[in-house]
């Protein structure tokens, strides 16, 4: 049985710092710890920025980028004027699993991000143009429609645009019939999200991104051609190497 911590918590018996691991790890890896054996569950509300600084002895920048990194994985929830807060929505975040959530923690080269994502996305594709309906290729082109439409939408927002490319994947994901596949391809877009979001606020995502990778991916599965399709996957890679490195 939870029990729901009042404001009075006293978070300082339950983190201790730990002077052989790097600040922002370290940070995470409490958080993380607290989260698993349910110390801190949906909803609870986080100390402020310089408290944590002061309980884990770490610098205000380090409990900043830690957050940031929580924040973009949907782990907790940056409430401007109110507070940072546990995620809601935590349990159905794939990110909470032990193991995926290592996978943050190990901090891996680009190089095995790239052959990552380059070998997943060909296999996810391979599933959609074998499934997909004609229905559910409608929806995702809706989807790639309502993301061209953004890019020229003068009142469009950042949120808006991240929103709706990460929608594009997860139709994705969710066409191949196969919820393991799925869940794995989710996390890894989702461990993308920040490069995402920076490359649309500096706005290389827009010039980069007139190659139209989702509609050649659209394009090739509407006319189940999986040769395509891997061309498409590969561009779309090659695209996103270039947004990261911009």
Same mark, same amino acid.
């Given at each position: 049985?939870?029990?729901k ?6 978070f ?11 600040s ?10 607290l989260? !698993? ?9 986080l100390p ?7 309980? !884990? ?20 929830e ?15 975040k ?21 052959? !990552?994502?380059l070998?997943?996305?060909k ?14 290729i ?38 191949t019939r ?9 996390f890894?877009?989702?461990?993308f999200?920040p490069y995402?979001?920076?490359s ?10 007139s190659k139209q990778?989702?509609?050649k991916i ?6 189940r051609?999986?040769?395509?399709a ?16 911009k």
């Amino acid at each position: 049985m939870y029990v729901k911590q009042t404001d009075e918590f006293d978070f300082s018996r339950l983190l201790t710092p730990k002077p052989n691991e790097s600040s922002v790890d370290y940070v995470i890896n409490n958080i993380k710890e607290l989260l !698993l054996t349910k110390k801190l569950i949906p909803g609870d509300r986080l100390p402020a920025e310089m408290e944590l600084a002061k309980f !884990l002895s770490v610098s205000r920048g380090s409990i900043r980028e830690a957050m940031k990194i929580l924040s973009a994985f949907g782990i907790i929830e940056i409430k401007r004027g109110d507070g940072t807060y546990v995620s809601s929505d935590i349990e159905g975040k794939v990110l909470f699993d032990p193991l995926l959530f290592s996978f943050i923690l190990s901090q891996p080269e680009f190089a095995e991000l790239q052959e !990552l994502r380059l070998l997943l996305e060909k296999d996810v594709l391979r599933l959609v143009i074998k499934n997909a309906t004609d229905r559910e290729i409608e929806v995702l082109r809706k989807c790639h429609e309502s993301l061209e439409a953004l890019k020229i939408d003068n009142e469009r927002t950042a949120d808006k645009v991240l929103a709706c490319d990460l929608e594009f994947h997860h139709i994705l994901g969710k066409i191949t019939r196969n919820k393991l596949l799925e869940k794995i391809y989710n996390f890894v877009m989702e461990y993308f999200r920040p490069y995402i979001e920076q490359s649309i606020h500096n706005h290389s995502y827009f010039s980069l991104e007139s190659k139209q990778t989702h509609g050649k991916i659209l394009e090739a599965i509407e006319n189940r051609d999986f040769i395509s399709a891997e061309e498409a996957v590969e561009n779309s890679v090659e695209v996103w190497k270039n947004l990261i490195f911009k």
